[in-house]
T-cell receptor
Framework: EDQVTQSPEALRLQEGESSSLNCSYTVSGLRGLFWYRQDPGKGPEFLFTLYSAGEEKEKERLKATLTKKESFLHITAPKPEDSATYLCAVQPVNTGTASKLTFGTGTRLQVTL | ETGVTQSPTHLIKTRGQQVTLRCSSQSGHNTVSWYQQALGQGPQFIFQYYREEENGRGNFPPRFSGLQFPNYSSELNVNALELDDSALYLC?????????????FGNGTRLTVT
């Protein structure tokens, strides 16, 4: 069974204090790994897709990396507006024609002044 | 570009009742997926519709059913509501089912079953 585990569950940073969020996954074959950001009361907002080990993607203060067992979301010099829950999801190869994602439970990030 | 819109935003129902949730997909997208997100959890896949046909289903009972219309909008129907059905129901649209077309989510319908 496909599994996604995210750590830590919650993280509190001061503005400017860089850190990383972890996503460990178990999947029979990886078609893609996704990062989403979710604000309270909103739907998830797409950030990145990673396809293969060694791949990296960047967007503003965020950088996502992928290995064969884990993905990291690095946040450099975060600002209060980066506060949100960050969700990791995998799309395995064996979902037939459907683009079914298996999500982790997320990391709640709070960035304070 | 119009994003994914869902209605209603909030709904309160009684156990045993039936509910219909609606979703308009993002302009140009032909695939709609539905997810259930319980409080403090990640979204769980319910099913996906592509060109008006269900083309994948998660571990949900048959009382969860859906439709996709020719304009690619979609409905999620839940019969015989149970207390555990209380959750945020998310609709996501994409262009096709390939991994190169990521899911774009709406803001969900918050369903409370009492």
């Amino acid at each position: 069974e496909d599994q996604v585990t995210q750590s830590p569950e919650a993280l509190r940073l001061q503005e400017g204090e860089s850190s990383s969020l972890n996503c460990s996954y178990t999947v029979s074959g990886l078609r893609g790994l996704f990062w989403y950001r979710q604000d309270p009361g909103k739907g998830p907002e797409f950030l990145f897709t990673l396809y293969s080990a060694g791949e990296e993607k960047e967007k503003e203060r965020l950088k996502a990396t992928l290995t064969k067992k884990e993905s990291f979301l690095h946040i450099t010099a975060p600002k209060p507006e980066d506060s949100a829950t960050y969700l990791c999801a995998v799309q395995p190869v064996n979902t037939g024609t459907a683009s079914k994602l298996t999500f982790g439970t997320g990391t709640r990030l709070q960035v304070t002044l | 570009e119009t994003g994914v819109t869902q209605s209603p935003t909030h709904l309160i129902k009684t156990r045993g009742q039936q509910v219909t949730l609606r979703c308009s997909s993002q302009s140009g997208h032909n695939t709609v997926s539905w997810y259930q997100q319980a409080l403090g959890q990640g979204p769980q896949f319910i099913f996906q519709y592509y060109r008006e046909e269900e083309n994948g289903r998660g571990n949900f009972p048959p009382r969860f059913s859906g439709l996709q219309f020719p304009n690619y909008s979609s409905e999620l129907n839940v019969n015989a509501l149970e207390l555990d059905d209380s959750a945020l129901y998310l609709c996501a649209s994409s262009l096709g089912t390939g991994v190169g077309s990521p899911l774009h989510f709406g803001n969900g319908t918050r369903l409370t079953v009492t």
